[in-house]
């Protein structure tokens, strides 16, 4: 069911613009401990992802100690064969980090310490990651679509064995809610959830 908004919420890059809110979210359940987990052998890094020319330049501020930090050249980081353009992306251009044929994961999944390198790398420099890490990989397991807050195509169609078991998808990605979009969007979804909740029970 999806739930329209008090208001408009915009991110603090200006996009997107989150207006609703499906309560598939407040329902399932995920297990968020990523780096404690030994069943899902990294499901949600396994495609890479969308990440916006704006989030790309702000790694290349960076490019050096990346490639330093990664081992791996700046070359191969996304995949530029195809940029695309979405009015809800920052900027409105975007391409992919790279699909590493080798490890068969995301260019930026660390098979030696796992995690994403990009936030090992912003954690270790001492910054902010999300200055670094692609928007729907610091949201997973909550997306958007046409400005309404969803669950994830690979939630959508159960490709993650970590569906099931811990918090609900919004509690998962509360934080990361609150970072984009601001205190004031999370107390209304706090809001919603509970009274999502409470006639859920009642029914």
């Known amino acids: 069911m999806v739930i329209k908004l008090k208001k408009s919420y915009s991110s603090i890059h200006g996009l997107p613009v989150i207006h609703s809110v499906d309560t598939d979210i407040f329902d399932l359940t995920y297990f968020m401990k990523c780096m404690e987990c030994t069943f899902c052998k990294d499901q949600c890094c396994e495609w890479g ?21 990664t081992g791996i050249k700046s070359s191969k980081w996304f995949d530029r064969s195809e940029p695309k353009w979405d009015h809800e992306y920052p900027g409105g251009d ?44 610091s949201m997973f397991p909550v997306t958007y679509f046409e400005g309404v ?55």
């Open 49 to 69: 992802a969308d990440i916006d020319m704006q989030n790309v330049n702000r790694i290349l501020k960076y490019e050096k100690e990346l490639e330093d930090f």
């Open 94 to 137: 975007y391409i992919r980090t790279t699909y590493d044929e080798e490890k068969d994961y995301c260019i930026f999944l660390d098979h030696k310490s796992r995690g994403c390198m990009l936030h090992s790398f912003a954690l270790n420099k001492g910054m902010d990651y999300h200055e670094v890490k692609p928007f729907f990989c």
């Open 149 to 203: 807050l969803l669950t994830p195509e690979e939630i959508d169609e159960k490709l993650t064995a970590c569906l099931g078991e811990g918090p609900s998808l919004y509690r998962g990605s509360r934080n990361e809610i609150g970072h984009y979009f601001g205190e004031e969007i999370v107390s209304e979804l706090d809001e919603i959830e509970t009274g999502w909740l409470e006639q859920k029970k009642s029914a």
